[in-house]
């Protein structure tokens, strides 16, 4: 069945440092792919999409290439802020009506 | 203008006891979700409607029961609650075939049960 994996977490950096999440993803077919962020006490909104093969998704410094050959879905921000503290999740499109399936979640915490 | 709302955002309540959560969206989506997000994080969908019609139904214990009165409306009754059942809810909504749409998700009701 689909399955997407994200590298563990927590992780913690530092202001400004680069971040890179990992996501890999199996499925039948070419599915959307999706990175949702939920910031402290509210609901996931998306943060980027691709939906297609070489396709790059980026929104707020953050960005996502949709990589057929290795199944990835790296999320990555060249200078990270405090107040990029949240869970971030990657998730891959279903068949029809939506039906998402999301990743673990990767808890980021950035200091000053 | 609240795009999801969910009511309540906290629910604390007995071992045994029913309870109801309600989502109401006013985005003009036909399809609307109920998922749990568990104390590591992790999201698992459990319902899916689509113009008050069952579309997932995923593995779920059947003391949980959803009802769409309209498509703009996800109600969640959950019966003879468990520990087990606390978690975080979330409810969302798209638009139908929505295999490339967003979904938005409401704040989430947290469920407590003692």
């Known amino acids: 069945g689909n399955s997407v994996t994200q590298m563990e977490g927590p992780v913690t950096l530092s202001e400004e440092a680069f971040l890179t999440i990992n996501c890999t993803y199996t499925?039948?077919?070419?599915?959307?792919l999706f990175w949702y962020v939920q910031y402290p006490g509210e609901g996931l909104q998306l943060l980027l999409k691709?939906?297609?093969?070489?396709d790059k998704g980026s929104n707020k410094g953050f960005e996502a290439t949709y990589r057929k050959e290795t199944t990835s879905f790296h999320l990555e921000k060249g200078s990270v802020q405090v107040s990029d503290s949240a869970v971030y999740f990657c998730?891959?499109?279903?068949?029809?009506?939506?039906?998402?399936?999301f990743g673990q979640g990767t808890i980021l915490t950035v200091h000053p | 203008d609240t795009a999801v709302s969910q009511t309540p955002k906290y629910l604390v309540t007995q071992m045994g006891n029913d309870k109801s959560i309600k989502c109401e969206q006013n985005?003009?989506?036909?399809?609307m979700y109920w998922y749990k997000q568990d104390s590591k994080k992790f999201l698992k969908i459990m319902f899916s409607y689509n113009n008050k019609e069952l579309i997932i139904n995923e593995t779920v214990p059947n003391r949980f029961s959803p009802k769409s009165p309209d498509k703009a409306h996800l109600n969640l009754h959950i019966n003879s609650l468990e520990l087990g059942d606390s978690a975080v809810y979330f409810c969302a909504s798209s638009y139908a075939g929505a295999a490339n749409e967003k979904l938005f998700f409401g704040s989430g009701t947290q469920l407590s049960v003692l």
């Open positions: 499925a039948t077919g070419y599915p959307s």
């Open positions: 985005l003009g989506h036909d399809t």
């Open positions: 998730a891959q499109g279903g068949t029809s009506y939506g039906k998402l399936t």
């Open positions: 691709a939906t297609k093969a070489d």
